[in-house]
């Protein structure tokens, strides 16, 4: 389920209060006027419960309170639009210029979290946001948010320009490059391509010229006719990286989805600093490049762990070694999957802060809501301990074996050790961030499987690689 298909134009409106609890029940009141079932005074009360636990606000001048509640519709929502903003702490601090109240069955989590995937899209996109912030009126609002189904650019026609003419040749070439050279695989950056049948030319005249094609995504999301022609598509972070990095990122999600092998050689088409396109292409044998990328298990890898949960993982962590936490370095550990194994090792050492819900469910790290709340509690000592599905079973816990059981490089220090040894003895991955250098490192069966520096943008590669 889209957000194209359950947000009404009638349910975007202009917020009259700056006060959020009134301004919650405005948002209430709107989808109330639609479906009369609703108990709206049970919304705002649910609403009010959970902000006092932590704060919907999901980044700058965005709010995205949300419940769980039985009814008839599968999702509602409502946005409101607020030129002053609405004061969420109540002291001025952190005002909020655009409210999303998200109604959904429990029954259906998938639809819950893919509409709220389309919501961080959609505001991630600086333009996008500033631009739904200082929209004049009501209907340039709804204009803006209704039938919105790709960043602007994807699937425009115009006239080929320089940059497409490049893009097109580079295209032609790689195809003859990988068939020339027994290549089956190519991996493609569409974020500013014009159109997907620019990607024609990979498919060839039959099975037998035919080469996998997958689109990679990172500053847009996806546009429908990407996903439905290419299923096996990536949406990468929104992260600042440089070509090697991007590449690495990207091979090792695919790894983990089992797309790809570890003995692999492909192509991988990138942007270039100055052309509206593509204008790079890298050939690139994973085994030889990324020597720490050969430990993954692909098949194990998936067992463990849903893709989408390792994603929002990598995610937070690019954060927090990234940005840290109020000015200070963070390091921090997340052991993922296999829990009813994990458990066992573990020992709380504060007063477990995602014990379960009031409404009888464990948080999940695919509620962006949390985001916030999981990097803050990232500065204490401790691990986050996660099911397979993304449930937060615990936090600041301590994880033990009992004694080494793997072997790790020198120099690293004692979170590095209990994600090597817990992913021994269970079949969890574990991802850790250094608090001295920020790097990021993924472990399972007792091995590094992926490292990067997205501070310093330096990527452990085999010797005589470039980084770019």
């Not at 509602?76 to 609405?86: D, Q, Y």
Request: with cysteine; glycine share 6%.
């Amino acid at each position: 389920m889209t957000l194209d298909e359950v947000l009404l134009s009638e349910n975007i409106i202009e917020l009259k209060s700056r006060d959020k609890a009134i301004a919650i029940m405005e948002l209430a009141a709107v989808l109330g006027n639609r479906h009369p079932a609703l108990d709206t005074k049970q919304v705002a009360a649910r609403i009010q419960d959970k902000e006092a636990l932590f704060s919907s606000v999901i980044r700058d001048g965005v709010a995205l309170p949300h419940i769980h509640i039985p009814m008839e519709a599968p999702i509602l929502i409502a946005i409101g639009r607020s030129h002053k903003g609405v004061d969420f702490l109540g002291d001025g601090r952190q005002l909020v210029h655009l409210v999303v109240l998200l109604i959904t069955r429990p029954d259906l989590p998938e639809a819950h979290l893919e509409v709220l995937r389309e919501l961080a899209l959609l505001f991630d996109n600086e333009k996008t946001l500033l631009a739904l912030k200082e929209a004049p009126n009501t209907a340039d609002l709804k204009r803006l948010l209704i039938g919105k189904k790709s960043h602007p650019g994807i699937g425009h026609q115009r006239r080929h320009s320089i940059d497409e003419t490049i893009t097109d040749l580079l295209i032609e070439h790689s195809a003859h490059i990988a068939r020339e050279l027994g290549i089956k695989t190519i991996f493609i950056n569409c974020d500013s391509l014009q159109s997907i049948d620019k990607l024609s030319v990979l498919q060839g005249n039959d099975s037998q010229s035919r080469l996998r094609v997958i689109p990679v995504f990172k500053k847009n999301k996806a546009p429908e006719e990407f996903q439905k022609a290419y299923p096996d598509f990536l949406q990468l972070p929104e992260i600042d990286l440089a070509r090697a990095g991007q590449i690495k990122l990207a091979l090792f999600l695919a790894l983990g989805k089992k797309w790809i092998n570890r003995n692999d050689i492909l192509i991988y088409l990138l942007p270039g600093e100055a052309i509206q396109g593509v204008s790079n292409i890298d050939v690139v044998a994973i085994r030889k490049r990324f020597t720490d990328l050969v430990f993954i298990q692909p098949e194990n890898f998936r067992l463990a762990l849903d893709p989408l949960v390792l994603q929002q993982i990598i995610k937070i962590a690019f954060d927090l070694a990234i940005n840290g936490r109020e000015g200070r370095p963070v390091g921090t550990l997340f052991v993922a999957g296999d829990h009813q194994a994990v458990l066992p090792h573990t020992q709380q050492l504060i007063v477990n802060p995602f014990r379960v819900a009031r409404d009888g469910e464990h948080y999940n790290i695919l509620d962006l809501a949390l985001e916030e709340m999981i990097k803050e509690f990232a500065q204490i000592d401790g691990a986050f301990i996660l099911a397979r599905n993304g449930s937060i079973l615990s936090a600041g816990a301590y994880v033990g074996t009992g004694r080494r059981k793997a072997e790790i490089t020198k120099g690293l220090g004692a979170r590095h050790q209990a994600a090597a040894n817990i992913t021994t003895v269970t079949k969890a991955i574990a991802i850790t961030v250094s608090e001295t250098n920020g790097m990021i490192s993924v472990f399972q069966d007792g091995h590094t499987v992926f490292t990067i520096d997205p501070v310093m943008r330096n990527l452990r590669i085999r010797e005589g690689s470039t980084t770019s």
